[in-house]
T-cell receptor, first 115, second 112 residues
Framework: EAQVTQNPRYLITVTGKKLTVTCSQN?????MSWYRQDPGLGLRQIYY???????DKGDVPEGYKVSRKEKRNFPLILESPSPNQTSLYFC??????????????FGPGTRLTVT | AQTVTQSQPEMSVQEAETVTLSCTYD???????LFWYKQPPSRQMILVIR??????QNATENRFSVNFQKAAKSFSLKISDSQLGDAAMYFC?????????FGTGTSLTVIP
């Protein structure tokens, strides 16, 4: 089954404790991306990756890191989480192509609470 | 800056009726894609419909269609014969090849 998986689905942590949210896709997609969703703000892009070893900042990258060592995986790292990073996080992936289709497939979301 | 505006935070529609959700965007690009995504209470993001900017013909997917006005930078979603399962948050999104920009969403209620 074609899918994007994220782990964990729910996470409660404390300020300053490093954490990683994993994202994996089995569709051989080149493009992968992370978003955060906050009430009244919609989805905002954190980082995206056009392919292996190619990552770039989205609109809200501060406080986050990513890496793309393998095509299927795109982990999101919070080195020192703070309460303002409490949010719902989505990973997404898609093909890229000459027509820039970018029809994204989303993971189920990770609800992160930082106390 | 690229922006996507959804001016209707909440909308409601009677079952079997038609509703239109509005979306405007700001860009200086000529080549881009526009999307409508649905987010039901399960929080899963589901693609509803996609429109390529270079195509003049409006996209349709069963009961869902768009009114794409490129000059006005407008991209509205029409839902015909509304069903209870259409109740959800709807997000308009814009992509120019790298970054994605989403609107703040419209919460649609379907009244039986």
């Amino acid at each position: 089954e074609a899918q994007v998986t994220q782990n964990p689905r729910y996470l409660i942590t404390v300020t300053g404790k490093k954490l990683t949210v994993t994202c994996s896709q089995n569709m051989n997609h080149e493009y992968m991306s992370w978003y955060r969703q906050d009430p009244g703000l919609g989805l905002r892009q954190i980082y995206y990756s056009m392919n292996v070893e190619v990552t770039d900042k989205g609109d809200v990258p501060e406080g986050y890191k990513v890496s793309r060592k393998e095509k299927r995986n795109f982990p999101l790292i919070l080195e020192s989480p703070s309460p303002n990073q409490t949010s719902l996080y989505f990973c997404a992936s898609s093909f890229t192509g000459s027509y820039k289709s970018y029809e994204q497939y989303f993971g189920p979301g990770t609800r992160l609470t930082v106390t | 800056a690229q922006t996507v505006t959804q001016s209707q935070p909440e909308m409601s529609v009677q079952e079997a009726e038609t509703v239109t959700l509005s979306c405007t965007y700001d860009t200086s690009e000529s080549d881009y894609y526009l999307f409508w995504y649905k987010q039901p209470p399960s929080r899963q993001m589901i693609l509803v419909i996609r429109q390529e900017a270079y195509k003049q013909q409006n996209a349709t997917e069963n009961r869902f269609s768009v009114n794409f006005q490129k000059a006005a930078k407008s991209f509205s979603l029409k839902i015909s014969d509304s069903q209870l399962g259409d109740a959800a948050m709807y997000f308009c999104a814009y992509n120019t090849g790298n970054q994605f920009y989403f609107g703040t969403g419209t919460s649609l209620t379907v009244i039986p």
